[in-house]
Every structure is written in C-alpha cells, then in structure tokens.
T-cell receptor, first 115, second 115 residues
Framework: GENVEQHPSTLSVQEGDSAVIKCTYS??????FPWYKQELGKRPQLIIDIRSNVGEKKDQRIAVTLNKTAKHFSLHITETQPEDSAVYFC??????????????FGTGTRLLVSP | NAGVTQTPKFRILKIGQSMTLQCTQD?????MYWYRQDPGMGLKLIYY???????DKGEVPNGYNVSRSTTEDFPLRLELAAPSQTSVYFCASSLTGTRSSYEQYFGPGTRLTVT
C-alpha cells in the first residue's frame, strides 16, 4: 500500500523567514496531494492541495510543488508569522476523480515561528 | 451549518468495555471517514463510507465497527476496548462530484483513553 514519509518532524524559524516541508510517497498511482494544518487541540484543516496534472500551486504565502518523477511534493510558506505555528500534515491518495479520497497521511511537521 | 459534529469530546473506558462514538454532518456529503490520531503521529483511516448503507475497511479496522443508515450519521463502535485504542478519533466528510473540492471536513475529535 501507499506509504508517505514527511520531513522534518520539527522546524523552527524566525518570523519572516521561509519554511519548507517535504514529503515522499511510494505509490506512483497516487494523484491527489493535500496539506492539512492542525493547531494544538484543534481539528485538521485543509490549507492547499494539488492534483497530479499540475506541478505547482500557490495561494498567497503558501505554495505546493509536485515532482511526479521523483515522487515527492513540498509545502512552502513564505514570510512566516507566529500564527503559522502548528503541525502540518501531508497526505496522498489515488482516488478516482471524485470527492472520495482514501488519504494516507505523513507523520506531521511541527512548525514553530518565533517572533 | 454546524458542519461535522462529534460526541463525546472526552471519554475514559475500562479495558473490555464498549462504546459508540457519534458523528453527524449537516452538509449533505456522501462520503464519510473515521480516522485515529496517535500522539505525534499522522491520521490513519479506520473505516469509510461512500453513502448510506455502504461501508468499507480502511488501514486499521481491527477492533472497530461502523454503520451508515442515513446520509448524516456515521457512528463508530468499539467493542472490547483495549489500551491500544487510546487515541484521538476524528470523523470527516467530503463532497461528491468531479468538479467539487476534494477537501475533507473534520469534526472536533473525541479523545479516548482506555485504562
């Protein structure tokens, strides 16, 4: 089955710096790659996602890149702010082109942004 | 809309007891999921449902059971609780349709301790 590895497990940056979190996946048939943010004691929430027919997607300070050949994808956060501090999870799935996706999650990256 | 709601928020069970975790969504989503999140780990899929009356196993189904008699409700049953089932349980739902977002909307979680 699919296996998703995520690095680093912890990332500390200064406010205003950039942060990059990387994930690799094992199943070349995977075609959907979301990123979820989970604040302490809260539920996971989708922040950005990318489908396999796209190499990069941006949303304000957040971007995701996908390299299908190497089977890895990355989350980039620019101009980090203290409110970006949270645990970030990547995931992968090979669902059909519908809203049904059996997500396999990475183990998470704890991002700490210091003022 | 309340979104995805879960009850209870917290529960302590003794080994061998049983309980049902409740999950309800009011967004008319066809797809629903149950995940568990162990400390410092990502989420793992326990069971999922693609519609009323249809359920199937995810990555870690042992020790659990589900039912889906209505579109709104997707309860998770734990029989003969074991310490290994100590975890935070999240219910989630998503839309159908090829042009819809693939986002999974999570409930607030149930923190379960088995002692």
């Amino acid at each position: 089955g699919e296996n998703v590895e995520q690095h680093p497990s912890t990332l500390s940056v200064q406010e205003g710096d950039s942060a990059v979190i990387k994930c690799t996946y094992s199943d070349s048939a995977s075609n959907y790659f979301p990123w979820y943010k989970q604040e302490l004691g809260k539920r996971p929430q989708l922040i950005i996602d990318i489908r396999s027919n796209v190499g990069e997607k941006k949303d304000q300070r957040i971007a995701v890149t996908l390299n299908k050949t190497a089977k890895h994808f990355s989350l980039h956060i620019t101009e980090t702010q203290p409110e970006d501090s949270a645990v970030y999870f990547c995931a992968a799935s090979k669902g059909m082109n519908t809203g049904f996706q059996k997500l396999v999650f990475g183990t998470g990256t704890r991002l700490l942004v210091s003022p | 809309n309340a979104g995805v709601t879960q009850t209870p928020k917290f529960r302590i069970l003794k080994i061998g007891q049983s309980m049902t975790l409740q999950c309800t969504q009011d967004m008319n989503h066809n797809y629903m999921y149950w995940y568990r999140q162990d400390p410092g780990m990502g989420l793992k899929l326990i069971y999922y449902s693609v519609g009323a009356g249809i359920t199937d196993k995810g990555e870690v189904p042992n020790g659990y059971n589900v039912s889906r008699s209505t579109t709104e409700d997707f309860p998770l049953r734990l029989e003969l609780a074991a310490p290994s089932q100590t975890s935070v349980y999240f219910c989630a739902s998503s839309l159908t349709g090829t042009r819809s977002s693939y986002e999974q909307y999570f409930g607030p979680g149930t923190r379960l301790t088995v002692t």
